[in-house]
């Protein structure tokens, strides 16, 4: 499972990256905090980075239906996932 470290306002957060899809010619990763499904949190990015973009640049899906298709995808993918809005 790759992990990525996200450089924040209060600085570094570690992840894990489940899974990662396109829709709409945008890229989306699923990623949690924790390896352990039962206690750890989820969340669903959109890279927001440019193709001439040196680091790559991911935020949190704000529009309800654009977080709803996506979710339908990743659980498609993940026969073992149930992810709800």
Do not use: H, W
Not at 36 to 57: Q, Y
Not at 69 to 84: P, T, Y
Request: hydrophobic residues 35%.
């Amino acid at each position: 499972m790759d992990r990525i470290v996200f450089e924040t306002d209060e600085g570094k957060e570690e992840y894990y990256v489940l899974e990662q899809t396109m829709l709409g010619g945008k890229n989306y990763i699923l990623v949690t905090d924790s390896l352990d499904s039962e206690e750890g949190s989820f969340l669903i990015l959109r890279d927001e980075s440019g193709n001439e973009d040196e680091f790559a640049s991911y935020v949190e899906i704000s529009d309800e239906n654009e977080l709803e298709a996506v979710i339908k995808i990743f659980n498609e993918l993940m026969d073992d996932f149930d992810l709800e809005v």
